[in-house]
């Protein structure tokens, strides 16, 4: 998690330029509810092409700070920066159309649909008729539908699952499910890819071979990913940048290495060592 030199609010960033700024700043970031301080002085820096990951105990607060950069929650305090302009006022469908996916701990699927159907979903952003040549279906119509067809399956063969195209969402194993949702957050072509819990119910050639995948999606589409993980083999092997999180609060940041060595971070999540 690089450190970076501080943006001004609101500041415009010419396109040649934003390679030399994170994909996502958050200063003094925090929420409450009601008399409960949820997350209170969230500071993080994310680089363009960066796996980073926020792990803690169950209860941390790691799914509020998703909800926070998301504007599932908006934040009572603090400040989030995506390729350096402001969130502030921006809704869930605004922040997602800036550049921010995420999946869920809950798997969301469409379940009656296929799994191409939920791939097109998340590419609403990006493949688009008029009402009218959708109503009358007009020769635009099926033009997009082809680009929108061609495209789920591009997506899909990352996870090799090209051949699933037409199976029912719902009908697919867990883990598989766990993929297709990846992929539908994928297809809205974001800048920023969050993962929450992605390796959950996920055996252990599964979780392998998602290392592997969440790896090569960052290389091809040259995006930062954070993921939340308990799997601190996945953690540990493939984030560059790890950040630890205890009641609400950041407790430590660093590389792989230096979590596994940290005494608090022992203490507070690892577990504590034993004596003698």
């Not at 960066?50 to 169950?58: C, F, K, R, S, T």
């Amino acid at each position: 998690m690089s450190k970076m030199v501080p943006l001004p609010t609101n500041s415009i960033i010419p396109e040649r330029d934003l390679d030399k700024i994170p994909v996502l700043e958050t200063r003094h970031l925090g929420i409450d509810f009601g008399g409960l301080t949820a997350v209170d002085e969230f500071n993080l820096t994310i680089g363009r092409t960066e796996i980073a990951g926020l792990i803690g105990p169950n209860g941390a607060g790691k799914t509020t700070v998703f909800n926070l950069l998301t504007k599932v929650y908006q934040p009572t305090r603090g400040t989030i920066l995506l390729d350096g302009k402001e969130t502030s006022g921006m809704s869930t469908v605004q922040v997602n159309q800036a550049g921010i996916a995420r999946t869920f701990q809950n798997i969301r699927l469409f379940s009656s649909l296929t799994v191409e159907e939920n791939v097109k979903i998340g590419l609403h952003n990006q493949v688009k008729y008029r009402t009218v040549s959708g109503l009358l279906r007009l020769p635009s119509y099926w033009n997009q539908e082809k680009i929108a067809h061609e495209r789920a399956l591009e997506l899909l063969s990352i996870f090799n699952m090209e051949d699933l195209a037409g199976h029912r969402a719902g009908s697919l194993p867990y883990g598989a499910q766990r993929r297709l949702e990846i992929v539908r957050a994928l297809a809205t072509n974001p800048s920023l890819l969050l993962l929450d819990e992605p390796a959950a119910g996920m055996n252990p050639s599964e979780t392998a071979e998602l290392m592997e995948n969440i790896t090569k999606i960052r290389d091809t589409f040259q995006i930062a990913i954070m993921l939340i993980e308990h799997d601190m083999n996945l953690v540990m092997g493939i984030c560059e940048g790890i950040c630890v999180l205890n009641y609400g609060r950041i407790i430590a940041k660093g590389t792989a290495d230096e979590i596994k060595r940290n005494p608090v971070v022992i203490e507070a999540y690892l577990g504590k060592k034993k004596e003698g």
